[in-house]
């Protein structure tokens, strides 16, 4: 059972555009949402995280949205470029469970 | 700092074999997980351990079989590959809890069962 939900499954910017990963979530349990970024050939990396009891998290080019009532959080790639080319997932965690829960991966593209 | 250390970077096996997926860490990590990446699957996790000692199933536990003697190693045993056990794996460590929790991947394993 996937209980994280994420799309769109590939996604191409071009170069200063921004790019938007979406995710849907149904245990109301979690509540930690990481996103790590993968690159090819290397092991996923933390890129940014939020809690739920904000609903927005930014840090530099990247954002979190998150809306706790929709059960939905997102990512927003500000002013895209080659080098974000790279896989993304997003995650979700329940504080003592000791489990991750990742989504399916968005696999985007920057123009150059 | 080496972080997660995996080893090997590639393996090829045949149905029936069995095998060690090696897994190091050197930042004192209590947790300890071992996942499996699959295209359209995201990642998975197979077996998880929260210190020396303890371990617990994850999502996708079946074949494979894990031990926890020391903080820092924590290898995954495939006791009889198959071909569904085809996949790149990935070894994480972490801190757990608080708002610094961050999972720390190794480069990954790619297996093929043949």
């Known amino acids: 059972q996937q209980q994280v939900k994420q799309s769109p499954q590939s996604l191409i910017v071009q170069k200063g555009g921004i790019s938007i990963i979406n995710c849907a979530y149904e245990?109301?349990?979690?509540?930690?949402f990481p996103w790590y970024q993968q690159f090819p050939g290397k092991g996923p990396a933390l890129l940014i995280a939020?809690?739920?009891?904000?609903s927005e998290k930014k840090e530099g080019r990247f954002t979190i949205s998150f809306n706790k009532s929709a059960k939905q959080f997102s990512l927003h790639i500000m002013d895209s470029q080659p080098g974000d080319s790279a896989t993304y997932f997003c995650?979700?965690?329940?504080?003592?469970?000791?489990?991750?829960?990742f989504g399916t991966g968005t696999r985007l593209k920057v123009l150059a | 700092n080496a972080g997660v250390t995996q080893t090997p970077k590639f393996q090829v096996l045949k149905t029936g074999q069995s095998m060690t997926l090696q897994c190091a860490q050197d930042?004192?990590?209590?947790?300890m997980s071992w996942y499996r990446q699959d295209p359209g699957m995201g990642l998975r996790l197979i077996h998880y351990?929260?210190?020396?000692?303890?371990?617990d199933q994850g999502e996708v536990p079946n074949g494979y079989n894990v031990s926890r003697s020391t903080t820092e190693d924590f290898p995954l045993r495939l006791l009889s590959a198959a071909p569904s056990q085809t996949s790149v794996y990935f070894c994480?460590?972490?801190?757990?809890?608080?708002?610094?929790?961050?999972?720390?991947f190794g480069s990954g394993t790619q297996l093929s069962v043949l």
């Open positions: 994480a460590s972490s801190y757990w809890g608080g708002e610094s929790e961050k999972l720390f």
């Open positions: 245990n109301t349990a979690f509540d930690y």
């Open positions: 939020i809690r739920p009891d904000v």
């Open positions: 995650a979700a965690s329940t504080s003592g469970t000791y489990k991750y829960i």
């Open positions: 930042m004192n990590h209590e947790y």
């Open positions: 351990s929260v210190g020396a000692g303890i371990t």
